[in-house]
């Protein structure tokens, strides 16, 4: 039994190689591995960059919530925080200019204005976090599509290893056993791409969801603000 399935994994005599298994299959096959190999060059290449994205991002949004709600001088602290894309900066500016808007005529609809600011502030912290997970769809995608990509290869290669029998008149586990071998490589590579996709996609939208929340909590505080300064005038 153990000979068997060293026989079907190309170990007799040998280690199991990638390479060989990759250069050894069929034209179709190794379509469907380059795919999977450059997809999940891809989706490693966006979970190094998105960790660290998001790192920065806290921290700089704890650092301008801090230095906002402490200081005076706020047009020209979110126009710093705007001119380095920083949400809640963004989001500041929608809430304040609307704000400015409603109040710059007379008489002031107050209730109406509470209402506008509210609503472009919510609109804004929307969009920040749209653009924020707009990278993760792709994870979501090879996560989902990856593994039957993959069963797709070794479906073909396994049908390429039947017709091999056929040819050849000889129904040999040396005939069959190294393209059926190829053709389970291509699973085991669309599941290499996927697992990590699925994980970092679970992982990246549970964190993109508590930076929106922070974004929520921190629209609801100047929104509070810009409504007792509303009751002044």
């Known amino acids: 039994m153990n000979e068997l399935l060293l026989t079907m994994l190309g ?15 069929d034209i179709v096959v190794q379509a469907v591995m380059l795919g999977l190999i450059v997809a999940s060059i891809w989706v490693w290449m966006i979970i190094i960059s998105f960790s ?37 900066a963004n989001v500041a500016w929608a809430g304040m200019s609307e704000w400015r808007h409603s109040t710059s005529t007379q008489p002031i609809d107050r ?10 502030m919510e609109s804004q912290v929307a969009a920040e976090a749209d653009e924020l997970a707009e990278r993760l769809n792709f994870l979501a995608t090879v996560g989902s599509v990856a593994p ?59 964190k993109v969801n508590r930076y929106e929340a922070r974004l929520h909590r921190f629209a609801d505080k100047l929104h509070a603000r810009l409504s007792r300064e509303l009751e002044k005038k």
């Open 148 to 206: 039957f990509v993959g069963l797709f290869g070794t479906v073909w290669g396994i049908m390429n290893s039947f017709f091999q029998i056929g040819v050849q008149e000889s129904s040999s586990l040396a005939v069959v056993a190294p393209g059926i071998s190829e053709a389970l490589f291509a699973t085991a590579i669309g599941l290499f791409a996927a697992i990590p996709a699925v994980i970092a996609y679970n992982r990246f939208s549970h």
């Open 52 to 88: 660290l994205r998001i790192g920065k991002l806290r921290r700089r949004t704890i650092a301008f919530e801090e230095e906002f709600w402490s200081t005076k001088e706020h047009q020209a602290l979110i126009k710093q925080g705007r001119d380095d894309e920083l949400p809640p």
């Open 111 to 120: 209730d109406g204005t509470r209402q506008r600011v509210a609503g472009v």
């Open 11 to 25: 170990q007799t005599s040998e280690r199991l190689d990638p390479l060989r298994l990759f250069l050894d299959a």
